[in-house]
T-cell receptor, first 115, second 113 residues
Framework: SAVISQKPSRDICQRGTSLTIQCQVDSQVTMMFWYRQQPGQSLTLIAT?????????ESGFVIDKFPISRPNLTFSTLTVSNMSPEDSSIYLC????????????FGPGTRLTVL | GNSVTQMEGPVTLSEEAFLTINCTYTATGYPSLFWYVQYPGEGLQLLLKATKADDKGSNKGFEATYRKETTSFHLEKGSVQVSDSAVYFCALMFTGGGNKLTFGTGTQLKVEL
């Protein structure tokens, strides 16, 4: 397994501002992902964070709105840009450890409220 | 496209009751199947998984069997406890397909004394 931490755990932000969420893993992992869980909804994959290259975004998500960095094998950031109340969600980082072909582990999430 | 359908909640049971949460999927091919659990105020935890037809995943008294014929992966537990109260998510993934997890909408379970 992998131990994943996220910062911040929660935040309340004003419309039009940006927030960067950090994800740190205690071991090197093959793949890192960012998901969104809107209130009362299931999880939706935003993008796959690629080490040393641009993230791979899912349909409906764009780099200008959700820029992602992954400078090494244990760390990634997701920025939610120019926020609106519709961005209020829980944002979760997940990882696939080296040696695993299918299992993903999730961080505790960042609960974002946009006023 | 791929999709996962779960029974709607909330499901309310008395302690020691038998639990079934239905999950069916639509996919081209044979994905790996997962159950994740989200306890109140916490992140998702992997509960169990199965990677091929007829495999049974089990953990903490929960079981689910990968049924190719019915494209199902129903979650069962013989005797639930109050501490099992959580939201349960069924999910599928194709290895080699970007490892994208496709989740169902989640089923909230409430267990009462």
């Amino acid at each position: 397994s992998a131990v994943i931490s996220q910062k911040p755990s929660r935040d309340i932000c004003q419309r039009g501002t940006s927030l960067t969420i950090q994800c740190q893993v205690d071991s090197q992992v093959t793949m890192m992902f960012w998901y969104r869980q809107q209130p009362g909804q299931s999880l939706t994959l935003i993008a796959t964070a690629n080490q040393g290259s641009e993230a791979t975004y899912e349909s409906g998500f764009v780099i200008d709105k959700f820029p992602i960095s992954r400078p090494n094998l244990t760390f990634s950031t997701l920025t939610v840009s120019n926020m609106s109340p519709e961005d209020s969600s829980i944002y979760l980082c997940s990882v696939r450890p080296a040696g695993s072909t299918d299992t993903q582990y999730f961080g505790p999430g960042t609960r974002l409220t946009v006023l | 496209g791929n999709s996962v359908t779960q029974m709607e909640g909330p499901v309310t049971l008395s302690e020691e009751a038998f639990l079934t949460i239905n999950c069916t999927y639509t996919a081209t091919g044979y994905p790996s199947l997962f159950w994740y659990v989200q306890y109140p105020g916490e992140g998702l935890q992997l509960l169990l998984k199965a990677t091929k037809a007829d495999d049974k995943g089990s953990n903490k008294g929960f079981e689910a069997t990968y049924r190719k014929e019915t494209t199902s992966f129903h979650l069962e537990k013989g005797s639930v406890q109050v501490s099992d109260s959580a939201v349960y998510f069924c999910a599928l993934m194709f290895t080699g397909g970007g490892n994208k997890l496709t989740f169902g909408t989640g089923t909230q379970l409430k267990v009462e004394l």
